[in-house]
Every structure is written in structure tokens, then in C-alpha cells.
């Protein structure tokens, strides 16, 4: 039941090619960008790359991060059409990667899909399970760069705290 809840169920979407490759997968990474003088990076966020965190907190007090890699994913992809049914007004999909696979005692699903929907300082971030997507933070902030969210599980059992990075464009 925890995969469920963190990540999408085991073999509940294949997201590779015939060959093995993953589907969407453009190899294309962004870097860190210019600093300006008041520490601002400068250039335009590459949207095609998921680079983020979550750092996972117990009632016990046990907390541990998680690394989180992905890309975006199009019309291509298979289920491409099922995502957008669940969150039309979502701007970008991705399959994201998810390490390591157990923190603080509970198992964690290595794949995830999620979803956002991108606004002026503020930003939603959706994950999407066979016949339950929803939305993890239907008010996190948004820098033009940066997505910061959190959400509690199981009656606050669980605290997450989210952070995702958007590289720059070469």
C-alpha cells in the first residue's frame, strides 16, 4: 500500500521503447545558468528536465531524503492521453526516477509520474496513480525556476517536503 501512496504501483505503466530506451528520454541536460549580482540565475529553465527532492519526515522523528531524476514526457507516450484526462490545465508530464528505494524504515517506489500546472509565484503538483491521480500541493510556491511544495500522508504520519530544480538552457 505505501508504493501505491508514494509512487505509482509496480508494473502499472512500462515507459520504454521496444528497444529498452526510455520513451521521451532526450538525453538533453541543462546546467546551473550565470549568477547575476544579486545572486539571481539568469537564462530560461529548461521544462524538459526534472531535477528535484523529497526529504521525508516520521512521527518518530526519523527524516531522510530521496533524489528524484526525470524527464518530461509528450504525446508519444502511451498514456500520454490518460494523464491529460486526469489534469488538462497541468503544463508539463513527467517520469521521474526516485532513490533510494527505502527511507526511514518504508519502501518507496523507484517511478513516479507527475505533473504540474506553472503560475505566477505559485505552481500544483500532481501525481497520477492507475484510477487515483491527484494533486500532492495545490499551492506551492514557483520562482519561474524552482517548485517548493509539501504534503502530508496518513493522518501526518508522513511529512513530505518537495523541491524541484529546473536546469538551465544551454
Known sequence: MLLFILGCAPGSIVLTNPDGSPVGDSGVTGDTGQVDDTGEVQGEPDFSVWD?????STEEGCEEALGEEGYELGPEWEYYDYVVDYCPECDHYYYVEVGPDEVCGIDVAS??????????GQAEVWTFYPGDPDTLDDDATFDGRVIEYSYRLWDGYLDIEGRVEFPVLD
Open 111 to 120: 517511478e513516479v509520474i507527475r505533473g504540474v500546472v506553472l503560475g505566477d
Open 52 to 56: 528535484g527532492e523529497r526529504v521525508i
